[in-house]
């Protein structure tokens, strides 16, 4: 039985070793492509002929040629045959510039090729943009799409040259889930501050792909949730702006947009359901179905001995006809053939199926065979297995056996039962999951006891609140991007849990979780989630004037508090601010005045956040004297609460406002005394960073060597942990070393080589100081006009995201340009507004003086009055005619 599959398996790695497709080594055999998919998939043996063939153009040794044929015909075991390169160790066809993330099917797609060849035609159509796969659960609308994307890979390789991507929907419920989910398929490094949307539409609008949304019927209006405007919105806008994209969509219902192009996606060919009509069918013709030729496999897989003869074959035709050739039907039913007869298994979803068309449940015919199914499942599990069943249910995006073990209150032997039972599945990582059809069907055995399913969802939210609470200094360690991967994977659940517990008004177990989530989300820059999850706690828990448990406002206090900062870093800088004062307002006055003590743990911990956060909003404003009283409130509320991560983080930001005030020596030890917690505590991220601003110091005390050797190892660092951020911030630091020891032509490529990862981030201070350094740059050559023009783009960034010391640096540097060209009028207006302003930082001040001082020198003639707010200065920079 394993030996066609054996003999297939390593015609395919070999075929792969040697760079061929199916369709090349199908031309150099002189078969037809289909040939060779049967005997990859182990479905026919070669010929003796194509044998022969196949041992010369997949380059067997000579001397064992005559053995290979032997193999190949099943007539010796393949052992005696040298083996292929192992496929993992391959290239990926076309080239590391290709994207091909498509999962390995378990087993070979039985039959389909009408359906194949149909979606073949369509993918190669260039009229065809998006092409939907229809039809009821379980009918193989995804098992259909993946094998034409696997096949796609071989065959129109030239047709989607950037590759094919696989994009599971399952769990997801909102288009903003749907965009973080494909951006995670095809590897987009999502940051804030622009939309996940249009970095998607950016990523796509040049490349030649085929993306394939598995289940995308969860954001229909009959879905869980999501907005139907909103995804077709979103499709239509895809396919306009990235021309070379094409979508190939599973789904059970149609997506009505204009461009959609539909497969109705069928049954399996099966015998017609007169017992007469079965019996005078060969064997032979019995097995050539499509729907008989999978019961067969499917059997076989969990009876080896399974016999297809007279006795049993007119009993799984009649099987085939009552599930309606429905693939999840099929092997659901085959399943049962270690205990019951096949003619048992058929009276068992014959009975289901009378008693379903006479209930009057509304069931759609095409779905009362596969429910019948689902029926005769359900009657043969115990009470223990019904009742781990139903509560399995509730859980989003797989689970773990621990998970399990709380929620459902399961033992793993039940969990292997239903596995075993095809109920429920395991993936190579150790996650259980259900196929969405079943857990409807398990849900809906749930809700008919509304007591049971509220303990099941409180249990469900309780474990996994408990969970991420329970990972927060995880977060903050050396594992914290495995970590981080865990919670991603479980993200679905924890959602839910958060909407649970927020509906239900479960204060303190929000309370417990609340840093890891924004921790989470903060290391990861997933701010536009961080906002939604947030902005939901507040509208659940807002008192909105009644009378509350302190605790309850304290929560809710805390959440503001994250949200705001959130929104701060998104951009929002209006709504985070006021977020932020409503949060520290709620907590100094109300809390404390109501009996809650300030050594409180939660209240400690809240108050810090809110001290943190307003402190890096005063920062971007400019606001040194309020930045570094807030980050000194938030450090010695750490302090006392032995906080170390805490102490880390708020100390690296007081030398970061130190460095800005000028105090360069207080900025070194500060962000010294960072970095030596960080590396105590082996934060990777935290050691990056506080290099990284370290290096930052260093370059603005005109020490390129130690700056250097900082940006370095900060480099190397964040490029082992897999920090983008890091990465570039560490080489705009080296960009500037280079810079002071005059390696300008170095400085000026790492610096053209990074800008516009922190443009694609939403990173404006760092995107906008990119701009800045190429000015210097430029500036230091004597190329006055270019500089102008690197600093008015730096000014605009730094402008728009309301960051005034760094505006103020460069309306500084535009001030030296303009002297340098004689422009007095120009320079004096931006040098004396600058160095008179509160928010310029020490060099800003310093560099805006000598300004003043140059022109000084030049004796011009009376300059004419400075302007009075900051928008005339804009304009001198962004428009240097507007001068005098």
Same mark, same amino acid.
């Given at each position: ?36 998919r049967k005997i990859e998939s182990g479905e026919r043996r070669p010929s003796q002929q194509i044998a022969g063939l196949l041992a010369i153009h997949l380059e067997v040794p000579e001397e064992l040629r ?131 949307? @249009? ?24 879905? @869980? ?51 007469? @009509? ?9 097995? =050539? ?51 019951? =007869?096949?003619?048992?298994?058929a009276r068992e979803i014959e009975r289901n199926l009378d008693f379903l068309t006479t209930s009057g449940r509304g069931i759609p015919a095409r779905h009362r065979s596969l429910r019948a199914v689902f ?82 969802l409180e249990r469900h939210c309780c474990y996994f609140l408990k969970w991420v609470k329970e990972q927060e200094e995880a977060l903050k360690g050396p594992s914290q991007l495995a970590v981080a991967a ?147 409130? =938030? ?73 250097? @050797? ?175």
């Amino acid at each position: 039985m394993d030996e066609p599959v054996l003999f297939g398996e390593w015609l395919r790695q070999r075929r792969r070793a040697l760079d061929l497709t199916q369709a090349e080594l199908a031309r150099q055999v002189g078969c037809s492509i289909f040939t060779i998919r049967k005997i990859e998939s182990g479905e026919r043996r070669p010929s003796q002929q194509i044998a022969g063939l196949l041992a010369i153009h997949l380059e067997v040794p000579e001397e064992l040629r005559k053995e290979f044929v032997q193999a190949a015909r099943g007539r010796r075991p393949m052992a005696a045959i040298p083996g292929p390169q192992p496929s993992s160790a391959l290239p990926e066809p076309g080239g590391s510039a290709r994207v091909y993330r498509l999962p390995s099917p378990a087993s070979p797609l039985i039959g389909r090729d009408r359906d194949l060849q149909a979606v073949f035609l369509y993918l190669q159509d260039p009229q065809c943009r998006l092409l939907t796969l229809t039809g009821p659960g379980g009918i193989g609308k995804t098992r259909l799409a993946l094998e034409a994307a696997l096949r796609a890979r071989e065959e129109l390789a030239a047709e989607f040259p950037d590759g094919i991507v696989f994009v599971p929907l399952a769990s997801v419920t909102t288009v903003e889930a749907l965009i973080r989910a494909a951006g995670e398929a095809l590897g987009v490094p999502f940051y804030s501050h622009e939309s996940q949307a @249009a970095q998607l539409r950016r990523y796509l609008e040049e490349r030649r792909m085929l993306v394939l949304l598995d289940n995308l019927e969860q954001l229909l209006p009959d879905g @869980a949730a999501g907005s139907q405007a909103g995804l077709a919105d979103l499709l239509t806008t895809l396919l306009e702006q990235a021309p070379g994209l094409k979508l190939l969509v599973t789904s059970r219902e149609r997506l009505n947009t204009g461009e959609e192009w539909i497969i109705e996606v069928q049954g399996l060919a099966h015998p017609q359901p007169q017992p007469q @009509a079965a019996g005078s069918l060969s064997l032979e013709d019995l097995k =050539s179905f499509e729907a008989v030729a999978l019961f067969l496999h499917c059997a076989r897989r969990v009876s080896p001995q399974f016999a297809f003869d007279q006795q049993t074959a007119p009993e799984i035709a009649r099987i085939c006809d009552l599930v309606q050739g429905i693939p999840l039907g099929i092997e659901l039913a085959a399943a049962w053939v270690r205990v019951l =007869s096949c003619r048992e298994i058929a009276r068992e979803i014959e009975r289901n199926l009378d008693f379903l068309t006479t209930s009057g449940r509304g069931i759609p015919a095409r779905h009362r065979s596969l429910r019948a199914v689902f029926s005769h499942s359900w009657d043969l599990l115990n009470e223990e297995e019904r009742r781990v069943f139903k509560s399995l249910s509730v859980f989003w995006g797989g689970f773990t056996r621990a998970a399990a073990e709380q929620a459902a209150g399961t033992s793993l032997a039940t969990l292997l039962a239903l596995v075993d039972k095809s109920l429920l599945y395991r993936d190579g990582d150790g996650r259980y999951d259900l196929h969405p059809l079943i857990r409807q069907f398990a849900a809906g055995y749930l809700k008919e006891n509304p007591e049971e399913h509220r303990k099941t969802l409180e249990r469900h939210c309780c474990y996994f609140l408990k969970w991420v609470k329970e990972q927060e200094e995880a977060l903050k360690g050396p594992s914290q991007l495995a970590v981080a991967a865990a919670i991603s994977r479980d993200l679905e659940n924890i959602r839910l849990a958060w909407s649970w517990a927020a509906r239900h008004q479960m204060v303190m177990l929000m309370g417990q979780a609340i840093s890891s989530l924004f921790w989470f989300h903060d290391l990861l820059s997933w701010y536009q989630e961080a906002i939604v999850l947030f902005r939901q706690a507040c509208e659940a828990l807002d008192p909105d004037g009644e009378a509350v448990d302190p605790q309850h406002v304290l929560v809710y206090a805390h959440a503001l508090a994250q949200q705001g900062y959130f929104c701060l870093r998104y951009g929002r800088f209006a709504r985070g601010r006021a977020l932020l004062l409503q949060s520290m307002h709620l907590l100094e006055d109300e809390i404390i005045q109501s009996g809650l003590q300030p050594g409180e743990p939660l209240l400690e911990k809240a108050l810090a956040d809110v001290h943190a956060h307003l402190g890096l909003l005063y920062l971007f404003q400019g606001d040194f004297a309020n930045a570094q009283s807030q980050w000194q409130a =938030s450090l010695e509320i750490r302090q006392r609460r032995r906080d170390h991560w805490g102490c880390a983080h708020a100390l690296v930001h007081l030398g970061l406002i130190a460095h800005h005030r000028g105090d360069f020596d207080q900025a070194e030890q500060w962000m010294g005394e960072a970095l030596a917690i960080w590396r105590e505590t082996g934060d990777p991220l935290g050691i990056v960073r506080s290099l990284g601003f370290l290096s930052l110091n260093a370059n603005a005390r005109g020490d390129d060597a130690l700056a250097e @050797a900082r940006a370095q190892e900060s480099i190397e660092l964040a490029q082992a942990a897999g920090d983008r951020w890091g990465t570039a911030f560490g080489m705009i630091e080296l960009a500037r070393a280079y810079f002071l020891r005059g390696d300008l032509e170095e400085a000026q490529r790492l610096l053209e080589e990074n800008q516009d990862f922190f443009l694609d981030a939403g990173d404006s201070w760092n995107a906008a100081g990119a701009y800045y350094d190429q000015g210097e740059i430029a500036l230091a050559r004597q190329h006055w006009q270019e500089a102008q023009v690197f600093f008015r783009k730096a000014f605009q960034i730094a402008r728009e995201a309301q960051i005034l010391p760094l505006a103020l640096k460069i309306a500084a540097a535009v001030a030296a340009a303009a002297a340098g060209q004689g422009a007095v009028p120009q320079a004096a207006d931006l040098a004396g507004y600058v160095s008179a302003h509160s928010a310029a930082g020490s060099s800003t001040r310093q560099r805006a003086e000598q300004v003043l001082a140059s022109i000084a020198l030049q004796k011009p003639a009376v300059p004419p009055p400075g302007p009075r707010d900051f928008e005339d200065i804009a304009a001198l920079v962004l428009d240097p005619g507007s001068a005098g």
